[in-house]
């Protein structure tokens, strides 16, 4: 950053940092303890460098480790931790169902260029994540399947165009993940999640705490006071709820 | 709740979103909205633009890229307008101010040197060509302003500036575009450049609109886009503002004004990131090439890279760094204003209070950063504890 003036490091520090810190508090609400999610950001900055060449010819595919291999790692990591075989289903549906609204809101909505329409409300990179985020939400019911379907759902948009180059012989590139942390498919699995969080707080609030009819018994035990995380001097910080 | 009355619930929202999809792809569009040909090419519509007018209805642009309420317009003559009505295909705007940017004014940018002496060129609209020379408006992965994007590299080469251009193609010329350009994007701000120009053309139907002959010679004028919805818009916009001050110097007339739009552009990824507009379709490709040269020339000189005498690679040149802008310190100060309203806000919906909110946010200091804030101290009969 030699060379570039003060404000300007500042925003690009400030900036880096902050999304950084989002990641990781949001990836903590995943199946990963602190040091994991912090080992999973490093990974991923590093890996933004990295991309391996899967497909040459016309239409050349690669993929990026920090944008594609280690969310798509992430996601089979989370889906095999699923309990049970209705996790897996509603994450997997939750996905099929991404990939279809977003490729549909694609070709049929979203005009040729962003602002186009007349119809857009947002700009499309947060589009990817908004509607992947709020039909995980719908269809998976957490935040890991939340995050699950916004990660395979964008991931497999690549696919999409690489089929659509393919048939139509256009040369390209289809560089899954390839703007590494910074690529769609991070930023919607990130906001995935971050959506199924304050949807699920609001919803909790508006009913007045977890719902509970048709709930396991092992479940609802375990929805009664947190256990103590630690201890601090004082003994007042404990969890209360 | 019962678990067949979720899965409707589920099942209704689902059909809401496929079919709020499908009825807004089908809801009338007027005539400038109405995209001509196959998704796929990306033909760029032939068929209608907006006119953006004063209060007085004098005509301030002309654009095929579809305006909203809010969005901003910096005119040749430096008016700051904002658009805040729209009827069909006029948008009409509200005078803001002066911008009181001189030549000279850019000149402090220019003076400490600094920057890493390289410039990042890629084209999102892979496609986009010029109808009198290139034979069509668009060639996908293989558009005339290729071309003009050569030539602008080309002329910043000559001034020893190092450049980067990444001729990848994005197509298809679809929604997905900037999605495809931003890993582009990325890749080449690995790299440190002093900036990353995104090079298009625009999509309104009269050449003479971009028609200009400036420095002796038959060019395209240029416009300069900024993305309202980017965390560094705020610098975006004075790098664009100094660019224009300078050119208007240099060039008047080469800079047709600066468009302040909605939109990302991918200009998130770096503070000095500008979408430059040069002619339009209609003009020819020759025209646009000398058009995009001249502005290129303002570039070394706001950045404080490279000049003829030291064509040295990419590294810091000069002796100390550019000052900052007004607009990189307002950019800081609102990714921290939405990252504490963002933070407040969750809290509090997440605790349902004030104080819970802040009762969380001390516990999450205390024990994530080591951080005791001081407690209002409680008598050990407090029916709350």
């Known amino acids: 950053m030699a060379g570039f003036p003060v404000g300007l490091i500042a925003l690009v520090v400030v900036s880096g940092l902050i999304y950084l810190g989002l990641a990781h508090r949001l990836l903590d609400r995943l199946y990963l303890s602190d040091r994991a999610a912090l080992a999973v950001i490093a990974a991923m900055v590093i890996g933004s460098f990295i991309d391996v060449p899967v497909v040459a010819g016309p239409v050349r595919v690669s993929l990026n480790v920090g944008g ?148 396991p018994e092992e479940l609802l035990k375990n929805l009664g ?17 | 709740m019962t678990k067949s009355k979720t899965f409707w619930l589920v099942l209704a929202s689902l059909a809401l979103v496929v079919g709020l999809t499908f009825w807004q792809a089908n809801l009338e569009v007027r005539p400038a909205e109405v995209a001509s040909g196959d998704l796929l090419y990306g033909e760029e519509r032939t068929d209608g633009y907006f006119t953006i007018r004063d209060t007085n209805g004098r005509i301030l642009d002309m654009t095929a890229r579809v305006v909203y309420p809010g969005d901003e317009f910096i005119a040749e003559d430096n008016r700051h307008y ?28 220019t003076a400490g040197g600094g920057a890493r002496n390289l410039v990042a060129i890629y084209n999102t609209h892979s496609d986009e060509s010029y109808t009198p020379t290139d034979g069509s408006d668009s060639i996908p992965a293989g558009g005339g302003i290729y071309k003009v994007g050569e030539v602008m590299a080309e002329r910043l080469r000559s001034l020893g500036v190092q450049v980067e251009y990444d001729k990848r193609p994005h197509e298809p010329h679809d929604a997905e575009a900037y999605r495809r350009s931003r890993r582009t994007a990325v890749k080449m701000a690995q790299d440190a450049p002093a900036a990353i120009l995104d090079i298009h053309r625009d999509g309104v139907p009269q050449a003479s609109f971009y028609d200009a002959r400036i420095a002796g010679e038959d060019v395209t004028r240029v416009r300069l886009v900024v993305g309202r919805q980017n965390a560094n818009m705020g610098a975006n916009l004075d790098f664009a503002k100094r660019l224009k001050a300078y050119l208007d ?99 509090v919906i997440s605790t349902g209070s004030w104080q819970g909110a802040m009762e969380r946010l001390r516990r999450f200091t205390t024990r994530e950063w080591g951080l005791g804030w001081p407690r209002p101290q409680r008598k050990r009969d407090d029916p709350r504890r």
Do not use: C, M
């Open chain 2, 82 to 109: 904002r658009i805040n009505r729209i009827e069909g295909d006029t948008a009409w705007t509200e005078l803001l101010g002066v911008e009181t940017l001189s030549g000279d004014s850019a000149q402090p940018v």
């Open chain 2, 249 to 347: 110097e240099k060039y008047p007339g080469l800079v047709r004004g600066i468009f302040i739009g909605r939109g990302d552009y991918n200009q998130d990824i770096s503070p000095r990131s500008v979408l430059v507009e040069v002619g339009t379709y209609t003009n020819g490709r020759d025209q646009a090439q000398r058009g995009g040269a001249l502005f290129v020339e303002g570039l070394p000189p706001v950045l404080g890279i490279g000049t003829a005498a030291s064509p040295q690679g990419p590294g810091p040149v000069g002796p100390g760094a550019p000052p900052s802008t007004r607009g990189d310190w307002r950019g800081v100060l609102w990714v921290i204003v939405a990252l504490v309203a963002g933070g407040i806000a969750f809290l």
């Open chain 1, 225 to 241: 006071p947190l256990p103590v995380k630690k201890e601090l001097p004082g003994g007042e910080d404990r969890d209360e709820v």
């Open chain 1, 68 to 215: 594609a291999l280690i969310p798509l790692g992430l996601a089979v990591y989370i889906l095999v931790r699923a309990g049970t075989a209705r996790e897996w289903g509603r994450a997997l549906l939750a996905t099929a169902v991404t990939v279809a609204v977003l490729t549909s809101l694609n070709l049929f909505v979203l005009s040729p260029d962003p602002w186009q329409t007349g119809r857009d409300f947002l700009d499309p990179l947060y589009v990817y994540p908004l509607v992947g985020g709020t039909v995980a939400y719908l269809a998976g019911r957490s935040r890991r399947a939340a995050f699950i379907a916004g990660t395979l759902g964008v991931l497999a948009l690549d696919g999409v165009d690489y089929f659509r180059l393919t048939r139509a012989g256009i040369p390209g590139v289809v560089a899954v993940g390839g703007a590494g942390l910074f690529d769609a498919v991070v930023v919607s699995g990130l906001l995935a999640v971050l959506l199924a969080e304050v949807v699920g707080e609001v919803r909790e609030r508006l009913q007045g705490g977890p719902a509970h009819r048709g709930r």
